[in-house]
T-cell receptor
Framework: AQSVTQLGSHVSVSEGALVLLRCNYS??????LFWYVQYPNQGLQLLLKYTSAATLVKGINGFEAEFKKSETSFHLTKPSAHMSDAAEYFC???????????FGTGTLLAVQP | GAVVSQHPSRVICKSGTSVKIECRSL??????MFWYRQFPKQSLMLMATSNEGSKATYEQGVEKDKFLINHASLTLSTLTVTSAHPEDSSFYIC???????????????FGPGTRLTVL
C-alpha cells in the first residue's frame, strides 16, 4: 500500500524566507510523487511531479522538490516566500498504473509580512 | 489547455433531496475521471474512479447507491448524492485524466470543486 506523510500541518514563514514543506512516502513500487497547491475554495493545481527521471524537480512559481530514495522523502522548497504562496499544499503518491492519487493530510503555509 | 469545470460551484439543499454535480473536461477527452471529497481542513479522499462507458469503481467504505456516478461521455461525468443528509456536506472535487501518447503517466487535472451544504 502507498501512503504519504506530511510533517507539520501548519508552517509559518516570513516573506522572503525559505519555504520547506516536508513529505515522506511509503511505496512498494517505484512511486510517482506530486505536490499540489490549493487556494481557499478552489481545486488543486499541480506544482510539480516526479516520475523517475531527474531527482530534482522544478515546478511552477519557483518551487522545487528533491526525490531522495534513501530517505523516502520528497520535500518541497522555495528559496524566497511570497505573500501569494499562502495556501494549502498537498503531497501525493501514485503507483503510475492505476493513477490513483493518495494524498497527504496537507500543510497550510502562512506567509507573514 | 486541460481545463476541468464543475457545476454548480456551491449548492445548498434540504435533507432528503438529491443533488447532481457535473464535471466536464473542456478542451480534452478524459477516459477516466476521479471523484474526491474533502472535509474542512482535511485531505482529499478518493471516492470513486469513473471510466467512460463503464461502471464506476468505488473505494472501500463509499456507498455506491448513495453516490451515483455516471460517465456518459469522454467529457462529462456526474456525481449524484442521493437522499442527502447533513453528514454529506463536504467539498467535492473531480479530476480528469488525460491520455499521453506513449507515456506511462497520465496527468490528472482538477476541477474547482463543489461545496455541498445539506441543511
Amino acid at each position: 500500500a502507498q501512503s504519504v506523510t506530511q510533517l507539520g500541518s501548519h508552517v509559518s514563514v516570513s516573506e522572503g524566507a525559505l519555504v520547506l514543506l516536508r513529505c515522506n512516502y511509503s511505496s512498494s513500487v517505484p512511486p510517482y510523487l506530486f505536490w499540489y497547491v490549493q487556494y481557499p475554495n478552489q481545486g488543486l493545481q499541480l506544482l510539480l511531479k516526479y516520475t523517475s527521471a531527474a531527482t530534482l524537480v522544478k515546478g511552477i512559481n519557483g518551487f522545487e522538490a528533491e526525490f531522495k530514495k534513501s530517505e523516502t522523502s520528497f520535500h518541497l522548497t522555495k528559496p524566497s516566500a511570497h505573500m501569494s504562496d499562502a495556501a494549502e499544499y498537498f503531497c501525493a503518491v501514485s503507483d503510475g498504473a492505476t493513477n490513483k492519487l493518495i494524498f497527504g493530510t496537507g500543510t497550510l503555509l502562512a506567509v507573514q509580512p | 489547455g486541460a481545463v476541468v469545470s464543475q457545476h454548480p460551484s456551491r449548492v445548498i439543499c434540504k435533507s432528503g433531496t438529491s443533488v447532481k454535480i457535473e464535471c466536464r473536461s473542456l478542451d480534452f477527452q478524459a477516459t477516466t475521471m476521479f471523484w474526491y471529497r474533502q472535509f474542512p481542513k482535511q485531505s482529499l479522499m478518493l471516492m470513486a474512479t469513473s471510466n467512460e462507458g463503464s461502471k464506476a469503481t468505488y473505494e472501500q467504505g463509499v456507498e455506491k447507491d448513495k453516490f451515483l456516478i455516471n460517465h456518459a461521455s469522454l467529457t462529462l461525468s456526474t456525481l449524484t448524492v442521493t437522499s442527502a443528509h447533513p453528514e454529506d456536506s463536504s467539498f467535492y472535487i473531480c479530476s480528469a485524466r488525460t491520455g499521453l501518447a506513449g507515456g506511462r503517466l497520465d496527468e490528472q487535472f482538477f476541477g474547482p470543486g463543489t461545496r455541498l451544504t445539506v441543511l
